[in-house]
């Protein structure tokens, strides 16, 4: 049986069960209408319930419920509706609405310049996409240029986006699996460092990561044909990197002259206290994909930004992409970077973020179901386990304690099965981020 790792199951009894109890009855009519004009999948369609009205940290459903979100997708680091944001978005529309590719134009020129000069080392050369998953496939296209190689290196359980070539390097189940295959070859996977359940065999998080360091630079000198190794700089789900693991990693890629292309499409602009979450970690990759909040919550697009040297597939098509400039949404994406330096929101997202750990440490740190609890800035999490000797994840348990969240105004993400993770906008007040903590705190207590 395949269990579902990427979030809370549509299909669980559970579920079943929450439709039955808790949606009201103007919801129920467009429940039932979505159910029937979409294709069904995983972790999607069914819904869990209708959306009528998105502001701030709170969406609303048709009858009145509200539930602050701490989900979004990873789109809401500026909240929902942010009006600066909107405010520019239409004055777009009305200055110009659209640029065919071929054609440049002063917003999308100045996003490509602002994301050169935001980003460290030599990361200069931009392609813009509509989504994560085609960045990262651009990404691994110009690895394979610049390389002349065409194997990849990534880890299982990691998540790059849903086409062929993202899934490929991907290592979630739920998207690699039955259906999909087969996938590209060449795409080569390693088991991730974890602080529990290590499958190296080991009971701690730096030695768990001292292993995976290992065997990348065991595997990438094996065949010497490697292009690029491809990962999140912090999982969302979420997994903290200890210290010194990317600067292993760095010079292991080096070492072999393998290309390091990092993953910020979830944690990148802010959401860990950094503007992007490698630089805790003091090392900059080759290629850099940002995608998810670029667009403020509102608009999609993404960005693959290479390093200057990189630039070296102008003979071929890489992206072609029909909005590959598009005026309306590189307004959207400069507009989120403007707020984000103007309201400070990175640096506030590591005061609350720390804020946010100690207290859910203080309350839960001694709670039997409880396993671990990490983050950094506003993306944290708990990891919920059927008992501490054995580690095992607490699916169902997590389950119980999402709805019973959910029955109290709170929505978020279940990821790895049993974490509870927990990523709020970095908008929100210090009183609504103690308010959903007092949420899952109860929560969990209850489930324990």
């Known amino acids: 049986m395949l269990v579902h790792t990427e979030g809370e199951s549509n299909t669980s009894e559970a579920r079943k069960a929450w439709l039955k109890t808790s949606i009201g009855p103007n919801s129920a009519p467009l429940l039932e209408r979505d159910a029937e004009a979409f294709l069904h999948q995983s972790l999607s369609s069914p819904c869990v319930s209708t959306i009528a009205k998105a502001e701030g940290i709170w969406i609303e459903d048709m009858d009145g419920r509200r539930y602050m979100d701490f989900h979004g997708n990873s789109v809401h680091h500026l909240g929902y509706g942010h009006p600066k944001l909107v405010a520019a978005i239409k004055q777009q529309l009305d200055d110009l609405p659209f640029a065919p590719r071929r054609f440049t134009n002063e917003p999308a020129v100045e996003l490509a310049e602002k994301l050169a000069g935001i980003t460290p080392g030599d990361l200069g050369k931009t392609l813009f996409t509509t989504g994560g998953s085609d960045a990262n496939e651009v990404a691994l296209k110009i690895a394979r240029a610049a390389t002349g190689r065409f194997k990849t290196l990534s880890f299982w359980d990691a998540f790059h ?92 890629c080096d070492k072999h002259g393998v290309l390091l292309i990092l993953d910020e499409i979830p944690t990148g602009l802010g959401k860990t206290g950094q503007m992007f979450s490698f630089q805790h970690d003091g090392i900059v990759p080759d290629i850099l994909t940002l995608g998810k909040s670029l667009g403020g919550g509102i608009l999609p697009i993404a960005a693959c930004v290479a390093r200057r040297d990189l630039d070296v597939c102008g003979d071929f098509a890489i992206g072609h992409y029909t909005h590959e400039k598009n005026p309306v949404t590189a307004r959207a994406a400069l507009t989120t970077l403007q707020i984000l330096e103007e309201e400070g929101l990175v640096e506030r997202a590591a005061e609350l973020g720390r804020h946010a750990l100690e207290r859910l440490r203080d309350a839960l740190g001694q709670v039997s179901i409880v396993g671990d609890i990490r983050g950094r800035g506003l993306m944290f999490g708990v990891e919920i386990v059927e008992d501490r000797q054995t580690m095992a994840p607490g699916i169902a348990r997590a389950e119980q304690i999402y709805y019973a969240c959910l029955e109290a105004g709170l929505s978020y993400k279940i990821s790895q099965g049993s974490v509870l993770t927990l990523s709020p906008p970095l908008t929100i007040s210090r009183e609504d981020l103690d308010r959903a903590l007092d949420i899952v705190i109860a929560a969990v207590k209850a489930a324990a």
């Open 161 to 252: 986006g849903a086409g062929f070539g993202a899934a490929s390097v991907g290592g979630e189940a739920t998207f690699r699996s039955h259906i999909a295959g087969p996938l590209l070859p060449g795409t080569e996977h390693v088991a991730p460092f974890t602080p529990s359940n290590c499958a190296y065999g080991h009971k701690s998080l730096e030695a768990s990561a001292e292993a995976c360091a290992r065997m990348i630079d065991y595997v990438l000198g094996r065949d010497g044909d490697y292009c690029a190794f491809i990962a999140e700089a912090m999982r969302a789900v979420p997994n903290v990197p200890p210290p010194g693991f990317w600067k292993s990693v760095r010079e292991i």
